[in-house]
């Protein structure tokens, strides 16, 4: 049962919003625009704040729903599961042959639900990150780096620690090419376009 209910969570995280958002709104597909990202900000970008909404938003409610599943089938260590389960799901999805996203608006999503004073503080973070630089990724680097030491503030060890951590693991694994424009120099900011050859 445990099983099944975290194929489940890496199932509905492997839905992949900003491909069939960009699909049926611009007939685009995302992974050939833009940064090739299969996320929210590359929708922004590419498609405009409506369809970079509307990706965001499915992203966000997949992670949700992954974890109330978990949450009513085992409780907090099978919430916890599912919340990895499902960020895996979206940064590695089957249903795009294991080219995914970045997993922030996932995160955020099973945060949401596993852990709503996290999710708070993460997000005060992440826009005062963004408003400091205009640069996306910092705001989700510097979240992804003090999501384990709220957690462990906030609701001690445990299940939820442990899926604290996978979840910034993956999600600052996911976001090595923008830690090496950052270090360049050329990681673009809101409102800048992305240079060409710049992936």
Same mark, same amino acid.
């Given at each position: 049962?445990?099983?099944?209910?975290?194929?489940?969570?890496?199932?509905?995280?492997?839905?992949?919003?900003?491909?069939?958002?960009?699909?049926?709104?611009?007939?685009?597909?995302?992974?050939? /625009?833009?940064?090739?990202?299969?996320? &929210?900000?590359?929708?922004?970008?590419?498609? !405009?704040? =409506?369809? +970079?909404? *509307? #990706?965001?938003?499915?992203?966000?409610?997949?992670?949700?729903?992954?974890?109330?599943?978990?949450?009513?089938?085992?409780?907090?260590?099978?919430?916890?599961?599912?919340?990895?389960?499902?960020?895996?799901?979206?940064?590695?999805?089957?249903?795009?042959?294991?080219?995914?996203?970045?997993?922030?608006?996932?995160?955020?999503?099973?945060?949401?639900?596993?852990?709503?004073?996290?999710?708070?503080?993460?997000? /005060?973070?992440?826009?005062?990150?963004? &408003?400091?630089?205009?640069?996306?990724?910092? !705001?989700? =680097?510097? +979240?992804? *780096? #003090?999501?384990?030491?709220?957690?462990?503030?906030?609701?001690?060890?445990?299940?939820?620690?442990?899926?604290?951590?996978?979840?910034?693991?993956?999600?600052?694994?996911?976001?090595?090419?923008?830690?090496?424009?950052?270090?360049?120099?050329?990681?673009?900011?809101?409102?800048?376009?992305?240079?060409?050859?710049?992936?």
């Amino acid at each position: 049962m445990s099983v099944a209910v975290v194929v489940v969570a890496y199932l509905l995280g492997a839905i992949p919003f900003s491909y069939l958002v960009t699909r049926r709104w611009a007939r685009l597909d995302i992974r050939t /625009a833009g940064s090739g990202n299969v996320g &929210a900000t590359n929708v922004l970008r590419t498609t !405009g704040p =409506l369809p +970079a909404l *509307a #990706a965001a938003l499915g992203d966000v409610g997949k992670g949700m729903l992954a974890v109330w599943l978990g949450l009513a089938a085992g409780g907090i260590p099978l919430g916890s599961a599912c919340a990895v389960a499902a960020v895996i799901g979206h940064c590695w999805p089957v249903t795009l042959g294991f080219r995914g996203g970045k997993g922030v608006a996932t995160s955020a999503g099973v945060l949401l639900m596993l852990m709503p004073k996290v999710f708070l503080g993460l997000l /005060a973070i992440f826009v005062l990150s963004i &408003a400091l630089t205009r640069i996306v990724s910092v !705001g989700s =680097l510097v +979240a992804a *780096a #003090a999501n384990p030491l709220l957690i462990l503030w906030l609701y001690g060890g445990g299940p939820m620690l442990a899926a604290g951590l996978a979840l910034s693991g993956i999600v600052i694994f996911k976001h090595r090419s923008n830690l090496r424009r950052l270090r360049q120099g050329i990681e673009p900011r809101l409102g800048q376009r992305r240079p060409e050859g710049v992936r």
